[in-house]
């Protein structure tokens, strides 16, 4: 059996290179045919229409990437030019690129062209360093390979044909034939390019010069295509006309006798005459004897195109044409200057021109397209799944090496799978590269994709493209494409872990707010039930005062309590969003913490614990700050400090300053309790709004959860820190250091000078449209016998305001939140009054809106006061006091 195998091998083997062999003998056969044809050829038209066919045919044979012709067709022959070209598909053209190369750019090429040297490369690599010039060139293409030959016509250097990474196995054979090729290219571009009629016009008046008026029938029988001829002799700057036309007709030179015979002259009053100035600015330039005289010293012919005033028979391109007499005579420079209209030809090549650009625009655009998805694909390979093949458009050089150009999918791509891919997706590559199943996974799709991370752990995205269905809408040819990912995969896959940990962050954030919930439902209904509960008691004990005065005790102290949960839940609002603003006024750090400690004393001995203050060192007490926000932090971390200690327990406090510059002063502050301190586990989540430490006794330590988030939010606002050190059923040390700008003056004070003085019969219009807030306010100011006007709304105010006599009024208190005008509208009315009293009567503002932006907003209204609901009435009559005594 083996044997078997072995022969079958062989056989197989004998068939492809015997197919190989046949495929190479057809192109060989293609490419002698289209020599003949080109030896044929009548004009130059026939040949180039065959060029394109016989590259690409020399391209198939050599199987190589690119097949090119560079011509010499400067005037000083001083730069080549890539004329025609053939690519592989798959291969960018670079004719584009290629049309103007100085021979500077190659000149070891150059050097060996001219000597007749072919030019061998089979390693790019390897003339870095003797042709570097030519190497930068190459490299750009991506030419790995090249073989070159010069072109010659009659000895004389004309360009050279070249193949890019062609197959050099035996460069011999391909070297023969670039050279019969292009020998018989470049010979009969040559022969094709001469101007055939003028060298018999030429040949027919060299052999009969002095008979040449007489045989002007036989030129012009053979020069019907051209309007004129001239015979000039430039060295003696002399005209004579043989067939008459552009520069002799009567229109022309009536009047111009004298100029009959001069060369110099007829050029020139038709340049000024007729021709169109842009369509040859260089005629005179080129046409002044003396310069054509140097250009014919090395060039037989002169032609030269320009646009003309239409003459009588429509005619407005023409084109000039030189031919220098061979008379033996080295100096003597007789002439055949000859006129042609070319319209057609301009009119053709203007069409060529334009079918040219729009094709070029088009390969131009499909070549940045091809270039641009080259940049975004690692990989892209064109499969036949008919017959299981794969062509490489284009990859990176790993994968290049293990594929090569072409070649089996299933042979060629499973051995790259097994190379490259990371073992855990061994399995679904191997899968999603089946051929066999390709064509049906892709029948109701037009792609297909897959994920994988390389051995390298690289993540790519690999993808099949439908490129071509037969009649049956079966898919027969797809295209492969593979990209880099890595970036994106990362991204996603550290977005997916960050959405795992926001998940988890917020069910627990959410556990927390269900949990405080739970405790402010209890918080809440606790003081609620206590309220109605005194309320209750008495009403069925009227006249018992002593019961009624604890009643209205417990009411208050039970509302304080409800008021702190509601501050302490606006405050916490205010931190999350970003809207809190914090105060820039003077303070005395002295008295804020000796109002603090006094009511953290006060809560202390309540709860029978021991208070105790430290002296500290304090050298700036005069500050600029936001007092209330300090206070509050103080407040939060002291009461927090009695709640969560003991019967006999202890709270010791202590400011000292640890540092100051010319504007700043720095402060410690440290809050030590004998408490019940805190498990390692509640540590680490204790400035987490919500957050309380599991207690059987609820009762004991209620509250919101929200006091340390609040002050440590607060704190950082301000520039401090706070933070702790608790042992679990010893006690909890904090620590608060924060820095304060030094005033440079004295905190104002309101004088105390007031407080004695009486507010009996003050005039206050108070506005208010909740009735019960009405009737406590009223009450409380009739107290004080203050006389009150009373005004349901903003609208009803300002009325009752522009309806009294000026100064009637002392006071406004003035609720925000009321129906058809609020508050501040309504301030802002009567400050615009045209009365004396409208600029300068106090307007106190009444509302439960106590944040610092309500109070800036009051400001702006033009109020004097802000004060917050619950009112604390002796503080209302104060600024009465203060404000009527002062005006």
Known sequence: MEKFKANDNKNEEHEINYRQFNKKLELLNQILSLISDINQASDEKEVKDCIPALLQYIGEYTDADRVYIFELISEKQDYYSNTFEWCREGIIPQIDN???????????????????????????????????????????????????????????????????????????????LLSNVGGHLASTLNNLRMFRMLEEKQKTLESNLEELQKEKHILEALCVDYTSFYLCDLANDTLETIKPGILSNGTEVDGMTELKFSYTSRIRYYYENYVIRESAPDFLQKLERHALIEYLRNHKRFVHRYQSVKNHAGHEYFELQVIRLETGNRDDYKIIMGFRYIDDIVQEDMKKKKQMEATMADLKLNNEIISAISKMYWIIYRMDLIHDTYEEISSKESMHRLTGRRGKISVQFTNAREKLIAPEFQERMREFLDVSTLAERLKNREEVSTEYRAITGVWHQARFIVKLRNEAGEVTNVLYVTRDINDQKISELE???????????????????????????????????????????????????????EARTKIRTASGYLLNLVNDVLDMNKLESGNIELERKHFNLLEVLHNTNEITRMQANEAGVNYYVEDGEIIHTQLI??????????????????????????????????????????????????????????????????????????????????????????????GGTLFFESIQGKGTKFILRIPFEISAEEQEKKSHMYQNCSVEGVQVLLVEDNELNMEIAEFLLKEEKVKVTKARNGREAVEIFE???????????????????????????????????????????????????????????????????????????????FYCTAR
Not at 517 to 539: E, F, K, W, Y
Not at 647 to 661: H, L, N, P
Not at 662 to 686: H, P, R, V
Request: proline share 4%.
């Open 495 to 549: 977005s997916r872990e960050e959405l795992r940990r926001t998940a988890q962050e917020a069910e627990k954030a959410n556990l927390a707010k269900t949990d405080f919930l739970r405790r402010m439902s209890h918080d809440v209904r606790t003081p609620i039930n206590g309220i109605q509960g005194c309320v209750d008691i008495a009403d069925r004990y009227p006249d018992d005062l002593k019961l009624q005065q």
């Open 625 to 718: 700050g936001s007092p209330v926000h300090f206070q509050q932090i103080l407040m939060n971390i002291g009461s927090n400090a009695v709640k969560y200690n003991h019967d006999g327990g202890s709270v010791t406090v202590s400011c000292r300053e640890v540092s100051y510059t010319d504007t700043t002063a720095g402060y410690e502050l440290t809050c030590t309790d004998t408490g019940i301190g805190m498990s390692e586990e509640f540590q680490k989540k204790a400035f987490e709004p919500f957050a309380q430490e599991e207690q059987s006794a609820r009762t004991k330590y209620a509250g919101t959860g929200l006091g340390l988030a609040i002050a440590k939010k607060l704190i950082e606002l301000q």
């Open 803 to 881: 309806n009294s006599a000026s100064g009637y009024f002392d006071v406004i208190l003035m609720d925000l939140m009321m129906p058809q005008m609020g508050g501040l509208e309504a301030a802002r009315r009567i400050r615009r009054m045209d009365r004396k009293d409208a600029k300068s009567i106090p307007i106190f503002a009444m509302t439960a809106n106590a944040f610092l932006d309500d109070i800036a907003q009051s400001k702006a209204a033009g109020m004097n006061e802000h004060f917050s609901k619950p009112l604390q009435m002796e503080n209302v009559i104060d600024a009465i006091r």
């Open 98 to 176: 290629l049309i103007h190369i100085p021979i500077a750019s190659v000149p070891v090429w150059h050097e060996k062209f001219f000597c007749g040297e072919t030019i061998i490369i089979h390693d790019l690599e390897k003339i870095r360093e003797t042709m570097p010039s030519e190497y930068d060139i190459l490299k750009v293409q991506d030419i790995h390979s090249l073989l070159a030959l010069p072109l010659f016509a009659n000895t004389q250097l004309s360009g050279f044909i070249g193949l890019d990474n062609p197959g050099l196995v035996n460069p011999g054979v391909s070297i023969s």
